[in-house]
């Protein structure tokens, strides 16, 4: 029973969040229109229904659809919102900023007189187009891991493995958030294009959260034999390995080097970040070296 619920209220709180990103595209586009972007939430109950009926709500061993089709229904709406921020930069209204504990109280300041004037003013549209961005990639990252910590356990996935991926969760969500808060003010051109070059690169780093085979170990019967594969007596090693190169560390750091380099943009916090990139991908070249160093050796004695 607790299987079951922990199943459907996750998914439901994917799918709500979902609906609340298309609802915000919907209402700063001003067109119904992308109302359709709901439909994408059909593929998360379809998959809902088939996993409660075939597998009582247990996730699989080495990845996760529910995550996956979360990811799916709202990446496109942050895409789309992201855009059109950066299109309307110039002509945006005056708003509210929430860097400061008067911000906060402005805001719902704001929300007091529009109920008790009973007014047709959208209290929510004073705050910065910026600010319900970040706050909808908070959100999702936050999700994400309480979403992964909450589904049920598939089978084969220990709930050591399973903390190993939370933590991995927090500190990749960590990492990505950083990286897409900081596009820089380089001009209203150069800006456009490095905007979909920061999306593309969080789109494709968002693809690790569904996968668990950084954990997920895959240690063959007999651990002696020596006639084992590279890539069969170290996968989760190796699985690490590409994560941080191709799909996290490495795509993050070339985009940090274009904003230093092509861009010409310069503060402590942005190569900070890129040289603790730097040394992940060293680090894990380093790793990858050893372990192929010493499977040769094993395979030699």
């Known amino acids: 029973m607790w299987t079951f619920i922990c199943a459907v209220f996750t998914r439901a709180c994917f799918i709500i969040f979902s609906l609340i990103g298309v609802y915000r595209v919907a209402w700063v586009k001003k067109d119904t229109n992308y109302w359709f972007l709901t439909l994408l939430c059909l593929l998360q109950v379809a998959e809902m229904v088939i996993t409660l009926m075939r597998r009582r709500g247990k996730e699989y061993k080495w990845y996760s659809p529910a995550i996956l089709l979360f990811l799916i229904s709202i990446i496109p709406s942050i895409w789309i919102l992201e855009l059109h921020h950066q299109q309307n930069l110039s002509s945006e209204p005056k708003c509210i900023n929430f860097d400061s504990l008067e911000a906060v109280k402005d805001y719902f300041s704001l929300q007091n007189r529009t109920s008790e004037n009973n007014t047709s003013i959208q209290f929510h549209s004073a705050v910065c187009s910026k600010e319900w961005i970040l706050t909808l990639h908070m959100i999702l990252l936050i999700l994400l891991i309480l979403g992964k910590w909450l589904l049920p356990i598939g089978g084969g ?23 897409t808060n900081e596009t820089p003010s380089v001009g209203s051109k150069d800006s456009f294009q490095l905007i979909y070059i920061i999306l593309a690169v969080w789109t494709w780093s968002m693809l690790q959260f569904p996968l668990h085979l950084s954990v997920v170990n895959n240690t063959p019967d007999d651990e002696g034999d020596r006639n084992v594969s590279l890539l069969t007596q170290h996968s989760t090693d190796l699985w690490t390995i590409v994560q941080a190169l191709f799909i996290h560390d490495g795509p993050i750091l070339v985009v940090r080097l274009i904003v230093l380099i092509h861009f010409k943009v310069f503060n402590q916090m942005l190569v900070f970040f890129a040289i603790k990139n730097s040394l992940v991908v060293l680090l894990n070249l380093y790793r990858l070296v050893v372990i192929c160093q010493d499977s040769r050796s094993n395979n030699d004695t």
């Open 157 to 179: 996935v220990t709930r050591d493995e399973l903390s190993q991926l939370l933590l991995l969760f927090v500190g990749t969500a960590a990492d990505i958030l950083e990286f």
